[in-house]
C-alpha cells in the first residue's frame, strides 16, 4: 500500500485535528467538498464544527486566523492557490509576522500555499511564493519536497508557535508516493542530502529536488557523481549543509521554479560566494524560471520552467568550466 504527497497532507491534517482540540482547519470549500484539491475531503465529517468554510476573501481568512491564534487556537488556513495569498498579504506580513515582536503574544497559524505549476494553468494558478514571504521576518517557510516531508513538516508547523507558510507543491500531490508515512524527521532548517556526489553540487527545493535527481542519475551514465541538496525549508534556511556540500564537489547550481529576480537561488549563491568562496572550484551558477508571467500552453510552460533537461544543460556546462 503506498501513501500519496497529497495524502499524507490530509493524514497530518487529520491526527492534528484528534490530537489538539485547539486546531481547527478554514477555508474556501474545505468542507463538504473538502477542498479544492481535496486535501480535506471526509475531515469535515470526521471533526465537525472543525474543518469550516470560509467566505471568499483571502484577507478575512487570515485576519480570523490571526485573532483565533491571539485567543490560544491553532489555525490552519487553505489557499486555494498560493496565488490567491497575496489578497491576504497585508495580514500575513504585517500582522501575523510581526505580532509576537510587537506584543509578546504568539501567532501559530499554518497558511498551506498549494503552490508551482501544472501543465495548462497559467499565470495566475501557478506561482511560488516561497521566496516572496521568506523576506519577511518572524515567517517560517517550509518547502518540502517528499511525502515524508510533507507529513511530518506539516505537523511540526501546526505545533510551533510561529506563523508558518506551508509551501506545497501541487504536481506532487498524486505524482509522488510513498510506502509509508514517517515515524521520525529532521527538523525544520536542517536541509537534507538527498543524493551523494563529489563532483557538482545541485541545491534545490520542492518539486526541483525531483528534476535534480533525475539529472544525477542521467549524468551519473557519463561519470560524474552528483551530490543533491534538498533544503526543505527556505525560512529557515541551512547554509552550513549548503557550503559542507560544496566543500565535497567545489561547484555550486541553485534550482528553483520561482521567477530569477531575488530569490531563493539568489540567496543560496550569495551565501556561498560571500561564505565560502574559497571552497569553489568554478563560479557559482542558479537556474529558475524564466522572468516572464506564467504561460498557459502546455509547451511553453515546460519551456518557462526548469526541468531535468535544462537542469542537465546547465550542470554540464558547470562541470565543464
Not at 505545533?159 to 509522488?176: G, Q, R, S, T, W
Amino acid at each position: 500500500m503506498s501513501i500519496t504527497y497529497l495524502e499524507a497532507i490530509r493524514e497530518a491534517q487529520a491526527r492534528a485535528l484528534a490530537d489538539d482540540p485547539r486546531v481547527f482547519i478554514y477555508g474556501q470549500d474545505v468542507g463538504a467538498f473538502g477542498g479544492a484539491f481535496k486535501a480535506t475531503k471526509n475531515l469535515a465529517n470526521e471533526y465537525p464544527g472543525r474543518v469550516i468554510d470560509a467566505p471568499i476573501s483571502e484577507d478575512a481568512m487570515i485576519g480570523m486566523a490571526v485573532g483565533a491564534a491571539v485567543e490560544g487556537m491553532r489555525p490552519i488556513i487553505e489557499m486555494q492557490f498560493a496565488d490567491f495569498s497575496t489578497v491576504g498579504f497585508n495580514q500575513i506580513v504585517n500582522q501575523a509576522a510581526t505580532l509576537h515582536w510587537r506584543t509578546r503574544v504568539s501567532c501559530p497559524i499554518v497558511v498551506r500555499l498549494p503552490s508551482g505549476g501544472t501543465s495548462g494553468s497559467g499565470p495566475f494558478h501557478s506561482q511560488s511564493m516561497e521566496a516572496l514571504y521568506a523576506q519577511y521576518p518572524g515567517l517560517v517557510v517550509m518547502t518540502p519536497a517528499t511525502v515524508e516531508d510533507a507529513y511530518s513538516m506539516l505537523l511540526e508547523a501546526v505545533a510551533i508557535d510561529d506563523p508558518v507558510i506551508f509551501c506545497e507543491h501541487k504536481y506532487l500531490y498524486y505524482h509522488l508516493k510513498a510506502d509509508r508515512l514517517p515515524t521520525e524527521a529532521l527538523p525544520t532548517g536542517k536541509a537534507a542530502i538527498a543524493r551523494t556526489g563529489r563532483d557538482l553540487s545541485i541545491v534545490a527545493y520542492s518539486a526541483m529536488v525531483h528534476e535534480a535527481l533525475a539529472v544525477a542519475e542521467e549524468l551519473s551514465g557519463e561519470g560524474w557523481e552528483i551530490e543533491v541538496v534538498d533544503l526543505r525549508s527556505v525560512k529557515p534556511l541551512d547554509t552550513d549543509t549548503v557550503m559542507a556540500s560544496v566543500a565535497r564537489t567545489g561547484r555550486l547550481l541553485a534550482v528553483g521554479e520561482s521567477w530569477p529576480w531575488g530569490g531563493v537561488t539568489a540567496e543560496v549563491v550569495a551565501r556561498v560566494a560571500s561564505e565560502g568562496f574559497n571552497l569553489l572550484d568554478a563560479p557559482p551558477q542558479r537556474l529558475n524560471a524564466k522572468d516572464t508571467p506564467i504561460p498557459y500552453h502546455p509547451n511553453l510552460w515546460t519551456v518557462h520552467r526548469p526541468t531535468a533537461r535544462s537542469i542537465a544543460a546547465a550542470a554540464r556546462q558547470l562541470l565543464r568550466s
